[in-house]
T-cell receptor, first 110, second 114 residues
Framework: SQQGEEDPQALSIQEGENATMNCSYK?????LQWYRQNSGRGLVHLIL?????REKHSGRLRVTLDTSKKSSSLLITASRAADTASYFC??????????FGTGTRLQVFP | DGGITQSPKYLFRKEGQNVTLSCEQN?????MYWYRQDPGQGLRLIYY???????QKGDIAEGYSVSREKKESFPLTVTSAQKNPTAFYLC?????????????FGDGTRLSIL
Protein backbone atom coordinates (compact mmCIF):
# COMPACT_ATOMS: atom_id res chain seq x y z
CA SER A 1 0.00 0.00 0.00
CA GLN A 2 1.17 3.52 -0.72
CA GLN A 3 -0.56 4.83 2.36
CA GLY A 4 1.40 6.13 5.28
CA GLU A 5 0.67 4.83 8.72
CA GLU A 6 -0.02 6.82 11.84
CA ASP A 7 0.83 5.56 15.27
CA PRO A 8 -0.94 5.20 17.63
CA GLN A 9 -4.33 4.50 16.05
CA ALA A 10 -6.01 6.07 19.07
CA LEU A 11 -4.81 8.25 21.94
CA SER A 12 -6.62 9.47 25.06
CA ILE A 13 -5.19 12.18 27.31
CA GLN A 14 -6.26 14.79 29.86
CA GLU A 15 -6.47 18.48 29.10
CA GLY A 16 -3.15 20.18 29.59
CA GLU A 17 -1.12 17.12 28.64
CA ASN A 18 0.93 16.88 25.46
CA ALA A 19 -0.13 14.61 22.60
CA THR A 20 2.36 13.02 20.23
CA MET A 21 1.45 11.11 17.12
CA ASN A 22 3.74 9.60 14.52
CA CYS A 23 3.60 9.02 10.79
CA SER A 24 5.70 6.62 8.75
CA TYR A 25 5.86 6.48 4.97
CA LYS A 26 7.55 4.29 2.37
CA UNK A 27 9.06 6.39 -0.43
CA UNK A 28 10.97 9.63 -0.79
CA UNK A 29 8.87 12.77 -0.49
CA UNK A 30 8.84 16.45 -1.43
CA UNK A 31 6.88 17.45 1.64
CA LEU A 32 4.68 16.07 4.39
CA GLN A 33 1.47 17.68 5.63
CA TRP A 34 -0.69 17.20 8.70
CA TYR A 35 -4.47 17.59 8.68
CA ARG A 36 -7.16 17.52 11.37
CA GLN A 37 -10.65 16.10 10.92
CA ASN A 38 -13.44 16.73 13.40
CA SER A 39 -16.13 14.07 13.49
CA GLY A 40 -18.34 14.19 10.40
CA ARG A 41 -16.48 17.13 8.88
CA GLY A 42 -13.88 17.74 6.20
CA LEU A 43 -10.14 17.90 6.76
CA VAL A 44 -8.39 21.08 7.80
CA HIS A 45 -4.77 21.72 6.87
CA LEU A 46 -2.53 22.26 9.91
CA ILE A 47 1.08 22.43 8.79
CA LEU A 48 3.41 21.55 5.92
CA UNK A 49 7.05 20.56 6.31
CA UNK A 50 9.37 20.28 3.33
CA UNK A 51 11.85 17.44 2.84
CA UNK A 52 14.80 19.74 3.57
CA UNK A 53 13.32 20.89 6.88
CA ARG A 54 13.69 19.03 10.17
CA GLU A 55 11.33 20.89 12.47
CA LYS A 56 8.48 23.37 12.17
CA HIS A 57 6.25 25.15 14.67
CA SER A 58 2.80 26.67 14.44
CA GLY A 59 1.23 27.85 17.68
CA ARG A 60 0.90 24.78 19.94
CA LEU A 61 1.92 22.45 17.12
CA ARG A 62 5.41 21.13 16.57
CA VAL A 63 6.22 18.88 13.62
CA THR A 64 9.47 17.03 13.05
CA LEU A 65 10.61 15.18 9.96
CA ASP A 66 13.31 12.51 9.72
CA THR A 67 13.75 11.59 6.06
CA SER A 68 16.38 8.96 6.87
CA LYS A 69 13.80 7.07 8.92
CA LYS A 70 10.90 8.08 6.66
CA SER A 71 8.94 9.31 9.63
CA SER A 72 7.34 12.44 11.07
CA SER A 73 5.83 13.35 14.40
CA LEU A 74 3.17 15.86 15.40
CA LEU A 75 3.27 17.22 18.93
CA ILE A 76 0.32 19.16 20.35
CA THR A 77 1.31 20.91 23.54
CA ALA A 78 -1.04 21.83 26.40
CA SER A 79 -3.93 20.03 24.74
CA ARG A 80 -7.53 21.22 25.01
CA ALA A 81 -10.85 19.42 24.70
CA ALA A 82 -11.29 21.22 21.38
CA ASP A 83 -8.25 19.33 20.03
CA THR A 84 -10.34 16.13 20.04
CA ALA A 85 -10.27 14.98 16.41
CA SER A 86 -8.59 12.61 14.00
CA TYR A 87 -5.20 13.63 12.69
CA PHE A 88 -3.83 12.55 9.31
CA CYS A 89 -0.46 12.87 7.68
CA UNK A 90 -0.24 13.22 3.91
CA UNK A 91 2.84 12.95 1.72
CA UNK A 92 3.69 14.54 -1.59
CA UNK A 93 5.68 11.84 -3.40
CA UNK A 94 6.27 13.84 -6.57
CA UNK A 95 3.08 12.72 -8.31
CA UNK A 96 -0.04 14.81 -8.85
CA UNK A 97 -1.64 13.76 -5.60
CA UNK A 98 -1.24 13.50 -1.85
CA UNK A 99 -1.06 10.11 -0.14
CA PHE A 100 -2.97 10.11 3.14
CA GLY A 101 -2.27 7.94 6.15
CA THR A 102 -4.85 6.04 8.17
CA GLY A 103 -5.08 8.60 10.97
CA THR A 104 -4.77 8.88 14.75
CA ARG A 105 -7.95 9.46 16.78
CA LEU A 106 -7.20 11.85 19.63
CA GLN A 107 -9.55 12.19 22.60
CA VAL A 108 -8.82 14.98 25.09
CA PHE A 109 -10.78 14.74 28.34
CA PRO A 110 -11.63 17.92 30.28
CA ASP B 1 -16.06 33.79 2.70
CA GLY B 2 -14.26 31.54 0.26
CA GLY B 3 -14.64 27.84 0.57
CA ILE B 4 -15.89 24.55 -0.79
CA THR B 5 -19.54 23.55 -0.61
CA GLN B 6 -20.62 19.94 -0.90
CA SER B 7 -24.24 18.91 -1.23
CA PRO B 8 -26.23 17.14 -0.12
CA LYS B 9 -24.85 16.33 3.32
CA TYR B 10 -26.66 12.96 3.33
CA LEU B 11 -27.67 10.92 0.30
CA PHE B 12 -29.40 7.59 -0.13
CA ARG B 13 -29.10 5.41 -3.19
CA LYS B 14 -31.39 2.65 -4.36
CA GLU B 15 -30.07 -0.45 -6.07
CA GLY B 16 -29.27 0.19 -9.74
CA GLN B 17 -29.45 3.95 -9.36
CA ASN B 18 -26.86 6.54 -10.28
CA VAL B 19 -26.45 9.47 -7.90
CA THR B 20 -24.51 12.71 -8.28
CA LEU B 21 -22.65 14.51 -5.53
CA SER B 22 -22.13 18.24 -5.93
CA CYS B 23 -18.91 20.14 -5.20
CA GLU B 24 -18.58 23.89 -5.74
CA GLN B 25 -15.64 26.12 -4.81
CA ASN B 26 -15.17 29.89 -4.88
CA UNK B 27 -11.47 29.87 -4.03
CA UNK B 28 -10.43 30.32 -7.67
CA UNK B 29 -8.46 27.06 -7.41
CA UNK B 30 -7.55 25.23 -10.59
CA UNK B 31 -7.20 21.74 -9.09
CA MET B 32 -10.03 19.73 -7.56
CA TYR B 33 -10.16 16.25 -6.03
CA TRP B 34 -12.63 13.63 -4.92
CA TYR B 35 -11.81 11.25 -2.06
CA ARG B 36 -13.60 8.35 -0.48
CA GLN B 37 -13.28 7.71 3.27
CA ASP B 38 -14.34 4.45 4.89
CA PRO B 39 -14.54 3.99 8.68
CA GLY B 40 -11.14 3.69 10.31
CA GLN B 41 -9.33 4.30 7.07
CA GLY B 42 -7.57 7.18 5.43
CA LEU B 43 -8.64 8.97 2.27
CA ARG B 44 -8.48 7.25 -1.08
CA LEU B 45 -8.38 9.29 -4.27
CA ILE B 46 -11.17 8.68 -6.78
CA TYR B 47 -10.62 11.34 -9.46
CA TYR B 48 -8.80 14.63 -9.77
CA UNK B 49 -8.75 17.53 -12.19
CA UNK B 50 -5.98 20.06 -12.65
CA UNK B 51 -7.77 22.23 -15.18
CA UNK B 52 -11.18 22.73 -16.75
CA UNK B 53 -12.23 20.01 -19.23
CA UNK B 54 -9.52 17.64 -18.05
CA UNK B 55 -9.44 15.02 -15.29
CA GLN B 56 -7.52 11.88 -14.31
CA LYS B 57 -8.38 8.65 -12.56
CA GLY B 58 -7.18 8.20 -9.03
CA ASP B 59 -6.62 4.95 -7.19
CA ILE B 60 -10.26 3.76 -7.01
CA ALA B 61 -12.03 5.25 -10.07
CA GLU B 62 -14.03 2.15 -11.04
CA GLY B 63 -17.77 2.73 -10.67
CA TYR B 64 -17.41 6.53 -10.55
CA SER B 65 -17.46 9.31 -13.15
CA VAL B 66 -16.77 13.06 -13.06
CA SER B 67 -16.96 16.14 -15.23
CA ARG B 68 -15.18 19.49 -15.08
CA GLU B 69 -17.04 21.90 -17.32
CA LYS B 70 -16.51 24.91 -15.06
CA LYS B 71 -13.61 25.90 -12.87
CA GLU B 72 -15.89 26.18 -9.85
CA SER B 73 -17.62 22.83 -10.15
CA PHE B 74 -16.50 19.18 -10.03
CA PRO B 75 -19.51 16.85 -9.63
CA LEU B 76 -19.03 13.16 -8.88
CA THR B 77 -21.46 10.50 -10.13
CA VAL B 78 -21.61 7.21 -8.27
CA THR B 79 -22.86 4.73 -10.83
CA SER B 80 -24.70 1.45 -10.35
CA ALA B 81 -21.42 -0.27 -11.23
CA GLN B 82 -20.04 0.77 -7.85
CA LYS B 83 -21.16 -2.20 -5.75
CA ASN B 84 -20.10 -0.87 -2.36
CA PRO B 85 -20.82 2.87 -2.47
CA THR B 86 -21.58 3.40 1.22
CA ALA B 87 -18.92 5.82 2.42
CA PHE B 88 -18.10 9.42 3.29
CA TYR B 89 -17.13 11.41 0.17
CA LEU B 90 -14.88 14.44 0.41
CA CYS B 91 -14.15 17.06 -2.22
CA UNK B 92 -11.02 19.21 -2.07
CA UNK B 93 -9.28 21.89 -4.08
CA UNK B 94 -5.82 23.40 -4.33
CA UNK B 95 -3.83 25.85 -6.40
CA UNK B 96 -2.62 24.05 -9.51
CA UNK B 97 0.98 24.41 -10.47
CA UNK B 98 1.73 24.01 -6.81
CA UNK B 99 0.32 20.55 -6.40
CA UNK B 100 2.39 19.96 -3.31
CA UNK B 101 0.62 22.71 -1.42
CA UNK B 102 -2.24 22.30 0.99
CA UNK B 103 -5.71 21.17 0.00
CA UNK B 104 -8.95 22.77 1.14
CA PHE B 105 -11.80 20.41 1.91
CA GLY B 106 -15.57 20.56 1.92
CA ASP B 107 -17.60 19.05 4.75
CA GLY B 108 -18.43 15.87 2.87
CA THR B 109 -21.42 13.88 1.68
CA ARG B 110 -22.39 10.66 3.45
CA LEU B 111 -23.81 8.16 0.98
CA SER B 112 -25.84 5.16 2.10
CA ILE B 113 -27.68 2.35 0.36
CA LEU B 114 -31.42 1.94 0.85
Amino acid sequence: SQQGEEDPQALSIQEGENATMNCSYKTSINNLQWYRQNSGRGLVHLILIRSNEREKHSGRLRVTLDTSKKSSSLLITASRAADTASYFCATDQGTDKLIFGTGTRLQVFP
Amino acid sequence: DGGITQSPKYLFRKEGQNVTLSCEQNLNHDAMYWYRQDPGQGLRLIYYSQIVNDFQKGDIAEGYSVSREKKESFPLTVTSAQKNPTAFYLCASSTAGTLSMSQHFGDGTRLSIL
